[in-house]
């Protein structure tokens, strides 16, 4: 059953599900928090989260600044919406796409505030085989997305 309403306030019974799976929706909202609890709500006790989303610490490559641009650390600890096209493969998106940047210590903060407890981090990237395309070298110098694993307490 595919089911479509407002993520932070979703027609759902609590503690419904085992999992939850979301694959750059984080990205996509403003209230991470709010995002985080009703998450929660909708879980069972135990039931686990698996989020996929940019990564805050290295995606500046895409957030309209050069690491080296002084204005970047201060940038880094502030909630952030930023509108962009995607270009994959010299394919680019057909309308832009607005993306929530925030700094680690919120992400990790609206997990745990949430009940979550971090089981598991991965920062996903292309094997050295695929570094030898040079597109996958120019476009992923560093890491540019994160996996986080938690689970419900």
């Given amino acids: 059953e595919i ?3 407002d993520a932070l306030d979703m027609p759902i019974d609590g503690n419904e599900f085992d999992v939850a799976f979301s694959n750059h929706s984080v990205n996509d909202v403003s209230d991470l928090p709010a995002l985080m609890a009703e998450i929660a709500r909708v879980l069972k006790p135990g ?3 698996v989020m996929l989303g940019l990564h805050p ?14 204005e970047w650390p201060s940038l880094y600890f502030t909630t952030r919406p930023r509108e962009q096209r995607f270009n994959v493969a010299g394919i680019e998106s ?7 940047y925030r700094p680690l210590s919120d992400v990790i903060t609206a997990f745990t505030s949430a009940g979550f407890v971090i089981t598991g ?3 996903p990237h292309p094997t050295a085989d695929m570094l030898q395309d040079p ?3 120019a476009n992923w110098a560093k890491p540019m997305f994160l ?3 938690a689970q419900l307490r």
């Fill in 135 to 137: 597109w996958w070298a």
């Fill in 57 to 70: 610490c290295f995606y500046f490559q895409r957030s309209g600044l050069d690491e080296n641009d002084p």
């Fill in 3 to 5: 089911l479509c309403c």
């Fill in 94 to 100: 057909p309308a832009p796409v607005r993306a929530w």
């Fill in 147 to 149: 996996l986080i694993e």
């Fill in 121 to 123: 981090m991965d920062e």
């Fill in 47 to 49: 039931g686990r989260f």
